[in-house]
């Protein structure tokens, strides 16, 4: 008989670190991501822990399966009120704005690391989308905000930028192994999983209001597990169909989220948990798969790579996709530097060490460094940049919280369900 309590007493301490680690990691500017990645290797077996996994296939799984829930739960908090006047400006971002991003990236990457001009291009197709999510924590944590739109322009750029990525860092692979079925072969491609993606969203959301407003499972705790059996639902249907699945699980929430719907309180807080336990067990697991060692060994040329995707690509990519909507430019200088990168690129990073593609550990080690630096670097200063840009403003008041059935009031009193 296999014993499984010595792995489920490493994975609980490592997940109550983390949690407890976040907390003080915002109140302090230092984005809780690094600290997840940090656990990891620190778990890894290069580090005390001494775990050994080196198991591609398994961290890749994972971190889709976590990408996915992270971005339906995106979509569920996202106000489409707020993100209406910038949607635009956030799906330009999220597509023109990565392509730039990858392009420019990638040649440079090409050209500093020595190799092909198709690796290079594959390497700056998996570090072009932005992770905000750690951007909004360090904020909160300091409890500042961004002036203007910039916030919600960010917000729906990180939330819709994934898919995209996605795409190109799959057609870059194929191009790499001579799979590729051609330019317009490739277009086509992309735009069939773009538009059935967005489909299926719509769809899912929209029978998933209908069903959770007319269905009565019995329990109020049921609402919470139908959503995440309808988000992963979603997921793997628009996948199966040809789509997108994070175009689909994303619009999913993001219908579902802004119409009414019986107990969404608790679908929101549900899956506001969900989606911290995936990051946390994202990261953690990405962490163990890194051998720190090999990180030394490309430093001077990931740093190279690093430099121009912070100060050259990611700049230009917000100029050329903001500037045809007059956004000042001190507005475009923080969204420009607040283009995280996150968890998104490591796991894309993955892709070509499955498919085989030559010096697909080196892209892996780039890759990782690139985050670590991005978000160290970027991470650590948005408050002082966007003050430097006259664009930090108090963080609005966070909204009152529903009252809950037997929860006291603030005058003693209990609310009951009659």
């Known amino acids: 008989m296999i014993s499984v309590e010595p792995t489920l007493l490493v994975a609980a301490v490592l997940v109550l ?58 979509g569920l908090s996202t106000r489409w009120g707020v993100v209406r ?89 194929e191009i790499v192994t001579d799979n590729a079925p051609g330019p317009l072969g490739l277009v086509g491609g992309m735009a069939l999983q773009l538009g059935v993606g967005a489909a299926t969203g719509l769809a899912a959301g929209w029978a998933t209001r209908a069903l959770l407003n007319r269905l009565r499972p019995g329990a109020d705790g049921l609402y919470p597990v139908l959503t ?32 009414d719907v019986i107990h969404q309180a608790t679908i929101r807080r549900f899956h506001e948990a969900v989606a911290w336990l995936c990051q946390i067990g994202m990261f953690l697991l990405l962490g163990l798969l890194v051998f720190p060692s090999q990180l030394l060994d490309v430093a001077w040329s990931a740093l190279g790579v690093a430099a121009v995707l912070v100060f050259v690509a990611r700049p230009l990519a917000t100029l050329v996709s903001l500037l045809p909507y007059r956004v000042p430019l001190r507005h475009q200088g923080v969204v420009a ?38 978000v ?7 408050t002082p940049v966007a003050r430097l840009f006259g664009s930090l403003r108090p963080a609005p008041a966070e909204p009152d919280r529903l009252l809950e059935a037997g929860r006291p009031l603030p005058d003693g009193t209990t609310l009951r369900d009659v």
């Open 228 to 259: 995440l059996s309808i988000a992963v639902l979603t997921y793997a249907g628009a996948v199966v169909m040809g789509g997108s699945g994070f175009i689909a699980v994303y619009l999913a929430g993001l219908w579902i989220g802004n119409h």
């Open 337 to 374: 530097w607040v283009g995280l990168r996150g968890a998104t690129p490591i796991v894309l990073a993955t892709f070509p060490l499955l498919e085989g593609v030559e010096r697909a550990d080196l892209i892996f080690d780039v890759v990782f460094f690139v985050v670590v630096v991005s």
């Open 85 to 173: 006047p910038v949607l635009a400006q956030g799906i330009t971002l999220a597509t023109v704005g990565v392509t730039v991003s990858a392009t420019v990236t990638g040649v440079a990457a090409a050209w500093v690391l020595d190799v092909p001009l198709e690796l290079g291009l594959l390497l700056g197709a998996i570090v072009s989308s932005t992770d905000a999510a750690a951007v909004f924590a360090v904020l909160r944590g300091r409890r500042t905000g961004l002036a203007g739109r910039i916030q919600p322009t960010l917000e729906l750029e990180s939330g819709s930028n994934d898919p995209m990525a996605v795409l190109l860092t799959i057609a870059l692979v």
């Open 376 to 382: 160290l670097v970027q991470g650590t200063t948005i």
């Open 17 to 74: 670190v983390a949690a407890l680690g976040s907390k003080l990691a915002g109140r302090v500017g230092f984005p809780a991501l690094l600290l997840f990645l940090g656990l990891g290797m620190l778990a890894g077996s290069e580090g005390p822990g001494g775990i050994a996994f080196d198991n591609a296939e398994v961290a890749q799984g994972v971190g889709v399966a976590a990408l996915a829930l992270i971005l339906f739960d995106g």
